[in-house]
């Protein structure tokens, strides 16, 4: 885990530089039409909850190594992007596992239970993402619309995700009563999610959790960017998720047609 924050102390940096280049320079490296999943959103891009309006942020999708699809900016216009998100995306990935271990014991399972289905982590067989995204700070000159959040409601839609936050607020989550309560950051931790995924091949012992970014209320907050790096570890692409149970509760799903589906509906508005 040391060694994972060491890391972020470099990547949070090398965010900050790539995010404060002029729409100009970013729009080289942003998502190609279609079913892309690498590469720049720019500012109300996305929109997971149809409810609102698209979000107030914008993300950086960061590819396998072997993917002939990943978009990288230049050294020269960001000096070891590359490498130093590769190297963080590798870390975490690891984490990613060690999490997926506690869960397999937890289900009374082996402990690599799940290892079977992520072989390929970390290249282009998996369908995992790791992303930056980054939250401007509101000025008023920035035309907020009615219903308008930093990010809208939703859940994640793979295995489980890994999230470290800055010390901005803002983020909430979603308890089993129907309400938000805010997930405040603790420095030196990680945040687990639930995915879509998951809840389905668990036959909802898991369940995956609602959560959204808030516009802060306070004038000192709202000035001030947010930042958070997020891996959704999910499968490979392949793998097939039925009920581990022996339900019938979901019927099985190809992990990546899964996932892509609904991450498509996210940009078709």
């Given at each position: 885990?040391?060694?994972?924050?060491?890391?972020?102390?470099?990547?949070?940096?090398?965010v900050?530089?790539?995010?404060?280049?002029?729409?100009?320079?970013?729009?080289?490296?942003?998502?190609?039409?279609?079913?892309?999943?690498y590469?720049?959103?720019?500012?109300?891009?996305e929109?997971?909850?149809?409810?609102?309006?698209?979000d107030?942020?914008?993300?950086f999708?960061?590819?396998?190594?072997?993917?002939?699809?990943?978009?990288?900016p230049?050294?020269?216009?960001v000096?070891?992007?590359?490498?130093?998100?590769?190297?963080f995306?590798?870390?975490?990935?690891?984490?990613?596992?060690?999490?997926?271990?506690?869960?397999?014991?937890?289900?009374?399972?082996?402990?690599?239970?799940?290892a079977?289905?992520?072989k390929?982590?970390?290249?282009?067989?998996?369908?995992?993402?790791?992303?930056?995204?980054?939250?401007?700070?509101?000025t008023?000159?920035?035309?907020?619309?009615?219903?308008?959040?930093?990010?809208?409601?939703?859940?994640?839609?793979?295995?489980i995700?890994l999230?470290?936050?800055d010390?901005?607020?803002?983020?909430?989550?979603?308890?089993?009563e129907?309400?938000?309560?805010?997930?405040?950051?603790?420095?030196?931790?990680?945040?687990?999610n639930?995915g879509?995924?998951m809840?389905?091949?668990?036959?909802?012992?898991?369940k995956?959790?609602p959560?959204?970014v808030?516009?802060?209320?306070?004038?000192?907050?709202?000035g001030?960017?947010?930042?958070?790096?997020?891996?959704f570890?999910?499968?490979?692409?392949?793998?097939?998720?039925?009920c581990?149970?022996?339900?019938?509760?979901?019927?099985?799903?190809?992990?990546?047609?899964?996932?892509m589906?609904?991450?498509?509906?996210?940009?078709?508005?």
């Amino acid at each position: 885990m040391g060694s994972l924050l060491k890391r972020l102390k470099m990547c949070f940096p090398r965010v900050m530089t790539f995010f404060s280049l002029s729409k100009n320079v970013k729009i080289r490296y942003q998502k190609k039409q279609g079913d892309s999943q690498y590469g720049w959103d720019q500012m109300e891009r996305e929109r997971p909850n149809l409810d609102r309006p698209a979000d107030l942020k914008e993300s950086f999708d960061v590819g396998a190594p072997d993917s002939e699809e990943a978009i990288w900016p230049d050294d020269e216009v960001v000096p070891n992007f590359k490498r130093t998100l590769s190297s963080f995306r590798l870390k975490f990935c690891h984490l990613g596992m060690r999490v997926l271990s506690a869960i397999g014991i937890g289900l009374e399972k082996d402990p690599d239970f799940f290892a079977p289905f992520y072989k390929f982590v970390g290249t282009k067989g998996n369908t995992s993402q790791f992303r930056i995204n980054y939250y401007p700070k509101i000025t008023d000159n920035l035309v907020i619309k009615p219903g308008q959040i930093r990010c809208g409601e939703h859940t994640d839609y793979g295995g489980i995700s890994l999230l470290i936050q800055d010390e901005a607020r803002g983020l909430e989550v979603g308890t089993v009563e129907g309400k938000y309560v805010p997930a405040t950051p603790i420095p030196g931790t990680v945040l687990i999610n639930i995915g879509d995924l998951m809840q389905r091949w668990t036959s909802d012992k898991l369940k995956s959790t609602p959560h959204r970014v808030l516009i802060p209320e306070d004038e000192i907050k709202r000035g001030k960017p947010r930042r958070s790096i997020v891996l959704f570890f999910d499968p490979d692409r392949e793998t097939l998720i039925t009920c581990l149970d022996g339900s019938n509760k979901y019927p099985p799903v190809i992990s990546d047609v899964y996932v892509m589906e609904l991450l498509k509906k996210t940009y078709e508005f």
